[in-house]
């Protein structure tokens, strides 16, 4: 591929800070199972994080973008964009950007906005954070990929769809954490995963899901940035692609030449669930929690409908004095909660009496 058709900035940029939140709640899929199945069956995870009665996108979101200020050492008022990516933001209409930039003091100056492409959504705002950083327009802008698990009882979703995301703080490359080296975008019209207007769970193509949408977007996109920065799976020291399941991430990673070791620090779906638009995003926050200045890193999201988000990027010496300012993803991961399928229902309104 030629590389004119890499996202290039006029400026470069990098990630300045970044946090991740998970709720402290985990489900068990076995038991999602003994409810459903009798026990029967493999189970696609261990377990999933559950969001409490009083968290939604926007409290999620509030706790991550903390941490990510606390990482990038700036003030809150010279952000001059808060973007929240998801697919369940707490209101149809009225954003929840605005509710983020106002309980971390980014008002009135800014601009604010949700964004929405499935599971991707969170990269989507990152793309969108590098244009506005690399234009010159804004000295700092806020991406954010966070959700709350939607899933029909008894579905394969009920199992892995789990709840969390991460923030991440875009500014000049010179103070990043991280340099944002490209990136590339690749989508088509494929209707994978959808819900429409007044449903209240998303519907699925089941196993249309994985070839012509999952795997077809994330190698090509995956490939096409590699091909244009003249990299092989060699060159990184680590990679992460979104997470629907435990099976799909692997098995892309060896589509694309990766080994299992490049992939098993990101690989968080086991035991916190598919956090759809933080899905890709929070597994890159536990990477940047164990890695060195100078890994380099291949970050490539999905988002049904479909499309996909690739990032080539490289950690700086700045990592290391400033990623301890806030708890680390491990650390969300380590609280824990244990609940039955009754507390679950509760917790998230599945149990409709009228």
Same mark, same amino acid.
């Given at each position: 591929? *030629?590389?004119?058709?890499?996202?290039?900035? @006029?400026?470069?940029?990098?990630?300045?800070?970044?946090?991740?939140?998970?709720?402290?709640?985990?489900?068990? #899929?076995?038991?999602?199972?003994?409810?459903?199945?009798?026990?029967?069956?493999?189970?696609?995870?261990?377990?999933? +994080? /559950?969001?409490?009665?009083?968290? %939604?996108?926007?409290?999620?979101?509030?706790?991550?973008?903390?941490?990510?200020? +606390?990482?990038?050492? /700036?003030?809150?008022?010279?952000?001059?964009? /808060?973007? @929240?990516?998801?697919?369940?933001? &707490?209101?149809?209409?009225?954003?929840?950007?605005?509710?983020?930039?106002?309980?971390?003091?980014?008002?009135? *100056? @800014?601009?604010?906005?949700?964004?929405?492409?499935?599971?991707?959504a969170g990269t989507e705002a990152m793309v969108a954070?590098?244009?506005?950083?690399?234009?010159?327009? +804004?000295?700092?802008?806020?991406?954010?990929?966070?959700?709350?698990?939607?899933?029909?009882?008894?579905?394969?979703?009920?199992?892995? #769809?789990?709840?969390?995301?991460?923030?991440?703080?875009?500014? =000049?490359?010179?103070?990043?954490? @991280?340099?944002? *080296?490209? #990136?590339?975008?690749?989508?088509?019209?494929?209707?994978?995963?959808?819900?429409?207007?007044?449903?209240?769970?998303?519907?699925?193509?089941?196993?249309?899901?994985?070839? &012509?949408?999952?795997?077809?977007?994330?190698?090509?996109?995956?490939?096409?940035?590699?091909?244009?920065?003249?990299?092989?799976?060699?060159?990184?020291?680590?990679?992460?692609?979104?997470? &629907?399941?435990?099976?799909?991430?692997? =098995?892309?990673?060896?589509?694309?030449?990766?080994?299992?070791?490049?992939?098993?620090?990101?690989?968080?779906?086991?035991?916190?669930? *598919?956090?759809?638009a933080g899905a890709a995003i929070i597994g890159l926050?536990?990477?940047?929690?164990?890695?060195?200045?100078? %890994?380099?890193?291949?970050?490539?999201?999905?988002?049904?409908?479909?499309?996909?988000?690739?990032?080539?990027?490289?950690?700086?010496? +700045?990592?290391?004095?400033? =990623?301890?300012?806030?708890?680390?993803?491990?650390?969300?991961?380590?609280?824990?909660?244990?609940?039955?399928?009754?507390?679950?229902?509760?917790? =998230?309104?599945?149990?409709?009496?009228?």
């Open positions: 591929m *030629n590389d004119a058709k890499l996202l290039r900035p @006029v400026q470069a940029v990098g990630i300045i800070g970044y946090g991740a939140y998970v709720p402290r709640y985990r489900l068990p #899929a076995a038991e999602v199972a003994r409810v459903w199945t009798g026990g029967e069956g493999g189970l696609p995870i261990k377990e999933k +994080a /559950v969001a409490g009665i009083d968290e %939604d996108v926007a409290t999620m979101s509030i706790e991550a973008t903390r941490n990510a200020l +606390a990482r990038a050492g /700036v003030s809150p008022d010279q952000i001059r964009a /808060v973007w @929240v990516g998801s697919e369940s933001h &707490p209101y149809a209409v009225k954003p929840t950007s605005t509710i983020v930039a106002e309980a971390i003091g980014a008002v009135p *100056n @800014v601009q604010a906005a949700d964004w929405q492409f499935a599971c991707k954070a590098i244009g506005l950083v690399g234009s010159g327009m +804004a000295p700092y802008a806020m991406a954010i990929g966070m959700d709350i698990a939607q899933g029909r009882p008894g579905d394969a979703l009920e199992y892995t #769809a789990g709840a969390g995301g991460a923030a991440f703080i875009l500014g =000049r490359a010179e103070e990043s954490l @991280v340099k944002i *080296n490209a #990136a590339y975008s690749y989508v088509t019209d494929t209707p994978d995963f959808w819900r429409r207007a007044h449903q209240r769970y998303p519907e699925h193509g089941q196993r249309f899901t994985g070839e &012509p949408a999952y795997f077809a977007h994330i190698t090509e996109a995956g490939k096409a940035l590699m091909d244009a920065v003249g990299t092989t799976a060699a060159d990184y020291q680590y990679a992460v692609f979104h997470q &629907p399941n435990t099976k799909f991430p692997q =098995r892309v990673a060896a589509m694309l030449g990766f080994k299992p070791e490049q992939t098993a620090a990101g690989l968080l779906v086991p035991v916190i669930g *598919n956090t759809y926050t536990a990477i940047l929690d164990v890695a060195r200045p100078g %890994d380099r890193i291949l970050l490539v999201s999905f988002g049904s409908g479909a499309g996909s988000d690739a990032f080539d990027l490289e950690v700086t010496e +700045a990592i290391l004095d400033r =990623r301890d300012r806030a708890p680390s993803t491990q650390a969300y991961i380590d609280r824990r909660t244990e609940i039955d399928y009754a507390t679950y229902t509760r917790m =998230r309104g599945k149990l409709l009496m009228k």
